[in-house]
């Protein structure tokens, strides 16, 4: 079916890729001591790339060969003025935007990592003044010291983020389920701000291969790397103890939770009465329900499983600006896939109401 004209869509899983993004935007920020070894552009035999540490990372203004590329935004995606113009053409209200920094700027060492965070952290709050009610730009929480996680998730609040994401792969020792992380957890809930994770790893054996089959073989299964980070923030009482606090899974999909939602339940009835450290109030579907939210792009079986997933968790996504992104069409893209067999209202929460009430975005 078409989408009426007046049905606002908000994409709540963008990004900011590392080649969109000025080339001084770690140079202009990190402390002298570190300006070196950070995120840097150098020219080359092959045009401008990034440089990391002194390791070739990615080109800047382009994308690297040997991905799925349909479409060529150099640096629109990485300035407000022409970022905006790109969404006003696809027919998108608001973005809610996930950075380079834990998705690509893979940086080894703890402390410049951090420092790498803070930066990108300062840069995406100054971009998203340009226009606070329709971008998001969620800032990177280095998980290496959960103290120094916790002082930055609260440093970014008065910064004015509506969001942030913590790795659940990269640099960290216990996982953010662990107990070791109350604190953090703690603070999200203080001041109001909801957790992110996104796909990026945690596979044990497929690893990606541009132009191998490595590549799609890894990419299909992706999302439910996450399958992990949530049972364990589901049991451990995190989100149950902190009945406010938002867990958002940016790029999980759909089609995979029911099934770990019913084993979790399952798996409580007949694990619970031997529980001896936390044990639940709640059925895990019931704290999901509560207090989980995941995004999704293009997919069929999952979609029609949204009435079994919660129809007020989820978010549907437009992937902007990578290759297999729907824009320039994602109102017809929207308008084309299975969401319209559920209904006006069910359209309209996984399209907007649900990520205006996540991210308190102003509906048009």
């Not at 300035?79 to 920094?101: F, K, N």
């Not at 120094?148 to 609040?157: P, S, V, Y």
């Not at 989820?314 to 084309?336: F, I, L, N, Q």
Request: hydrophobic content about 40%; some cysteine; proline content about 8%.
């Amino acid at each position: 079916m078409a989408l009426s004209p007046d049905q606002p869509l908000i994409s709540a899983d963008d990004h900011m890729d590392i080649h969109a993004m000025p080339a001084d935007t770690w140079e202009a920020r990190l402390p002298a001591a570190l300006r070196e070894r950070g995120p840097r552009v150098e020219e080359t035999d092959d045009g401008p790339w990034w440089f990391v540490d002194g390791q070739k990372l990615a080109p800047s203004g382009r994308k690297p060969k040997g991905l799925i590329e349909t479409r060529q935004h150099g640096f629109r995606p990485g300035a407000p003025d022409t970022r905006l113009a790109d969404m006003d053409e696809d027919g998108v209200h608001a973005q809610v935007i996930y950075g380079p920094t834990s998705t690509q700027l893979r940086v080894a060492d703890p402390e410049l990592r951090a420092h790498v965070a803070y930066a990108y952290n300062d840069w995406a709050a100054e971009f998203q003044k340009a226009a606070p009610e329709r971008l998001v730009l969620l800032p990177d929480i280095p998980a290496d010291d959960i103290e120094l996680a916790k002082k930055e998730l609260l440093r970014c609040a008065k910064l004015g983020h509506k969001g942030v994401i913590v790795s659940d792969t990269i640099g960290r020792g216990e996982p953010v389920f662990e107990d070791s992380w109350n604190s953090f957890w703690d603070a999200a809930a203080d001041v109001n701000l909801p957790v992110h994770v996104h796909l990026s790893g945690g596979a044990h054996s497929l690893r990606m291969r541009p132009r191998s089959w490595r590549s799609p073989a890894f990419v299909a299964i992706v999302p439910m790397q996450l399958d992990e980070t949530l049972s364990g923030m589901l049991f451990s009482g995190i989100l149950e103890q902190r009945p406010t606090l938002k867990f958002v899974m940016g790029e999980a999909g759909l089609g995979w939770i029911p099934y770990v939602l019913e084993r979790c339940d399952h798996e409580l009835h007949k694990y619970g009465p031997l529980i001896d450290d936390h044990k639940l109030s709640m059925l895990p579907s019931e704290i999901f329900a509560r207090q989980v939210f995941t995004s999704y792009e293009d997919e069929g079986i999952g979609v029609e499983l949204i009435p079994r997933i919660g129809v007020d968790n989820v978010m549907w996504a437009s992937d902007y600006p990578h290759g297999d992104s729907t824009w320039p069409h994602s109102r017809k893209a929207v308008g084309e896939s299975p969401l319209g067999q559920h209904g006006d209202e069910i359209l309209r929460k996984v399209t907007c109401e649900t990520a205006a009430r996540v991210y308190d975005i102003p509906l048009p």
